[in-house]
């Protein structure tokens, strides 16, 4: 289990370039005109772990399972897709199943790469995105009360959809407030309540400071994660062995790939941590909630392992890389045994006990 994100951005901003960047491929065609990516592009990428390698020596393990990401390059979007304008349904059915947005904005000048709106104004742009993710959802909301009117609805559900309603008639994005509206939203496949992070696609010398353009994202959308990336650095990064890619980030002073900084603000956004499972047939890494018990981590590797608990055997993986083995934990007091109630920390080994 890992996640899945959906990079969206007016045409023309970079987004095909970073797909192929992130996923070290060229399957998303990266062109200066509008509409060049129709159907989305798919891919999966490993979430590299030096845990996990150390796990898979120390366990002398057969394989080595990391976590991943989906990346979903998906067709531009212009003013007016929530109405079908370019690309806009397609676009729309296609964010409904990613688990957060990476909102890609052009915060760099080119006179060789063309801008939809003939000038660049990043602000603005994402200004365009929200304002139709909001008509998209105002849309669904009011379909689904219309269909209430001849299949009775839940009464509290139909007051949840009513208040976002309101919220969204002001231009404002839908929040969820508990887990009983979270299931509702997510389930009638609202857009404006998924997380999302704003990526601005810089040239090489606005990469640590930023620039008028990131000042001008940072200024309208203070509460939001944003980060810098340079998707044409990425992509150089992309093609070249590891020793090659080391002296390169050096060179130029990068010190954190985009694909690193995704990562790490995804995991945060979307409250992810890692556990581990490691034996002499593999080491594998397992993404999970955070505050997620052990039955129910235990049920990401199998379903009926959930039902079938009875207890984890847990250890640090710090512990597990320094005693060297399980069996070395054990010896020196640091194997932990735990029952249903136990809540899953980032980093632990676990090995669960269910009932064959």
């Given amino acids: 289990m890992g996640f899945k994100c959906g990079i969206v951005g007016l045409p023309n901003v970079g987004k095909s370039t970073l797909f192929n960047a992130l996923t070290a491929s060229k399957n998303a065609?990266?062109?200066n005109f509008p509409f060049c990516t129709i159907d989305p592009n798919i891919g999966i990428v490993d979430v590299v772990d030096e845990r996990l390698d150390q796990l898979t020596r120390l366990s002398n393990s057969k394989k080595k399972i990391y976590t991943n990401i989906t990346f979903v390059d998906i067709a531009g979007l212009v003013k007016g897709a929530s109405k079908g304008e370019g690309l806009g349904n397609k676009f729309?059915?296609?964010?409904?199943?990613?688990?957060?947005?990476?909102?890609?904005?052009?915060?760099?000048?080119?006179e060789k790469i063309t801008h939809v709106n003939s000038k660049i104004n990043p602000a603005d742009d994402l200004e365009t995105i929200k304002t139709e993710i909001i008509l998209s959802d105002l849309d669904i909301i009011q379909k689904k009360l219309e269909?209430?009117?001849?299949?009775?609805?839940?009464?509290?559900?139909?007051?949840?959809?009513?208040?976002?309603?309101?919220?969204?008639?002001?231009?404002?994005?839908?929040?969820?407030?508990?887990?009983?509206?979270?299931?509702?939203?997510?389930?009638?496949?609202?857009?404006?309540?998924?997380?999302?992070?704003?990526?601005?696609?810089?040239?090489?010398e606005s990469l640590k400071e930023g620039n008028n353009f990131t000042e001008s994202v940072k200024k309208k959308y203070p509460n939001e994660?944003?980060?810098?990336?340079?998707?044409?650095?990425?992509?150089?990064?992309?093609?070249l062995e590891k020793n090659e890619k080391e002296t390169f980030m050096k060179d130029i002073g990068l010190y954190k790939t985009g694909l690193n900084?995704?990562?790490?603000?995804?995991?945060?956004?979307?409250?992810?941590?890692?556990?581990?499972?490691?034996?002499?047939?593999?080491?594998?890494?397992?993404?999970?909630?955070?505050?997620?018990?052990?039955?129910?981590?235990?049920?990401?590797?199998?379903?009926?392992?959930?039902?079938?608990?009875?207890?984890?055997?847990?250890?640090?993986?710090?512990d597990f890389i320094k005693f060297g083995s399980v069996e070395k934990c054990k010896e020196n007091g640091k194997l932990r045994i735990e029952g249903k109630d136990y809540v899953v920390k980032d980093g632990d080994v676990l090995f669960f006990r269910v009932n064959p």
């Fill in 261 to 318: 900084k995704l990562i790490k603000e995804g995991y945060d956004l979307l409250e992810l941590d890692t556990f581990f499972t490691s034996g002499p047939e593999e080491s594998r890494a397992w993404t999970v909630k955070k505050n997620t018990t052990a039955p129910k981590a235990a049920s990401v590797i199998h379903t009926d392992f959930e039902k079938n608990f009875i207890r984890a055997e847990a250890v640090t993986c710090e």
């Fill in 147 to 204: 269909k209430s009117k001849k299949k009775l609805l839940d009464m509290k559900e139909v007051k949840i959809l009513e208040e976002k309603l309101e919220d969204l008639n002001k231009g404002q994005e839908a929040i969820i407030n508990n887990k009983e509206e979270e299931k509702l939203l997510s389930n009638i496949g609202l857009l404006s309540i998924k997380p999302k992070i704003i990526v601005c696609n810089v040239d090489e």
């Fill in 225 to 239: 994660k944003i980060i810098y990336i340079c998707a044409d650095i990425e992509d150089q990064l992309s093609s």
């Fill in 29 to 31: 065609e990266a062109a």
């Fill in 92 to 110: 729309l059915s296609h964010i409904r199943e990613v688990d957060s947005i990476l909102h890609l904005v052009r915060c760099f000048e080119s």
